[in-house]
């Protein structure tokens, strides 16, 4: 069985980013750790610094239909986009 590489500092980084930016939008961590059916105690982890794993970075993707590189890369969310009803900033 092959594993994904383990994500960059700044793959992590953005990873960690579109997760907040989901809190925003779903309100809870408990929504979040739904939304993206991983456990709380995952979000938690992610939420505080801990390593974000591939597998992580692949739901995040999936719930948020972007490609998981274009999610690693740090082209979701779109910056300045408002965390509540996703409209980019002007």
């Keep these: 069985m092959r594993y994904a590489p383990p994500l960059t500092d700044q ?5 960690r980013r579109a997760i ?4 925003g939008r779903l309100g809870t961590w408990i929504a979040v750790a739904r939304a993206v059916r991983i456990k ?10 801990g390593r974000v794993r591939p597998y992580v970075a692949g739901k995040v993707a999936r719930v948020v239909a972007v490609a998981v590189e ?12 408002c965390p509540r009803c996703g409209h980019p900033d002007r």
């Design 11 to 15: 793959e992590q980084a953005n990873v």
């Design 70 to 81: 274009d999610l690693k890369a740090g082209k979701y969310p779109p910056k300045g986009a």
């Design 40 to 49: 709380r105690a995952t979000v938690r982890r992610v939420r505080d610094g």
């Design 20 to 23: 907040r930016y989901l809190h």
